[in-house]
T-cell receptor, first 111, second 115 residues
Framework: SQQGEEDPQALSIQEGENATMNCSYKTSINNLQWYRQNSGRGLVHLILIRSNEREKHSGRLRVTLDTSKKSSSLLITASRAADTASYFCATDLYNFNKFYFGSGTKLNVKP | EAGVTQFPSHSVIEKGQTVTLRCDPISGHDNLYWYRRVMGKEIKFLLHFVKESKQDESGMPNNRFLAERTGGTYSTLKVQPAELEDSGVYFC?????????????FGSGTRLTVV
């Protein structure tokens, strides 16, 4: 069964708008991370939020975590064409040294 | 510092052939991971090395896949014989500390196409 699942699968917005992506997971986690993958490139670590944190900011990124609902959201403010990429959430479980990724949200920011 | 390097970046092979993917982790990173994304689906864990030892290979799909990390430096992932369903992007990651308390550094991936 899939631990992490992003929603929506695809999102298309205009440059300057905000983009919100959601991630749901099934079991209790240690931490949750968001990664970005530009076409043909590797996964880039964006932000990590620990299970005892509720919100975290990094530049134009804002991540929230609701452990009661087993969900997280990634908000990109004032989007740019360069933000066009696939975004993945990754969860890790206690005592397991591996991540569970979802299928990703494909974001297209139109100039 | 140099990042995680993977090669080849692309590989197209025929069904039944053998392909070997290579990953060079960041120097000094004892932990090395292989993941893959098949057909636009989720990215799945394959295995985890600590130095030259396989810590967890629970994600390896079947015995056609063989991963090695001789000497605890670079790692290879061999697929023999390759099947159509092996097509996908294979990612390698390394970290100094195991576990999810820190982000991993991923390579650019190897896109494998089996025809």
């Amino acid at each position: 069964s899939q631990q992490g699942e992003e929603d929506p699968q695809a999102l298309s917005i205009q440059e300057g708008e905000n983009a919100t992506m959601n991630c749901s997971y099934k079991t209790s986690i240690n931490n949750l991370q968001w990664y970005r993958q530009n076409s043909g490139r590797g996964l880039v670590h964006l932000i990590l939020i620990r299970s005892n944190e509720r919100e975290k900011h990094s530049g134009r990124l804002r991540v929230t975590l609701d452990t009661s609902k087993k969900s997280s959201s990634l908000l990109i403010t004032a989007s740019r064409a360069a933000d066009t990429a696939s975004y993945f959430c990754a969860t890790d479980l206690y005592n397991f040294n591996k991540f569970y990724f979802g299928s990703g949200t494909k974001l297209n920011v139109k100039p | 510092e140099a990042g995680v390097t993977q090669f080849p970046s692309h590989s197209v092979i025929e069904k039944g052939q053998t392909v070997t993917l290579r990953c060079d982790p960041i120097s000094g990173h004892d932990n090395l991971y292989w993941y893959r994304r098949v057909m636009g689906k989720e990215i799945k864990f394959l295995l985890h090395f600590v130095k030259e030892s396989k810590q967890d290979e629970s994600g390896m799909p079947n015995n056609r896949f063989l991963a090695e990390r001789t000497g605890g430096t670079y790692s290879t992932l061999k697929v023999q014989p390759a099947e159509l369903e092996d097509s996908g992007v294979y990612f390698c990651a390394s970290s100094q500390v195991a576990g999810g308390n820190y982000g991993y550094t991923f390579g650019s991936g190897t896109r494998l196409t089996v025809v």
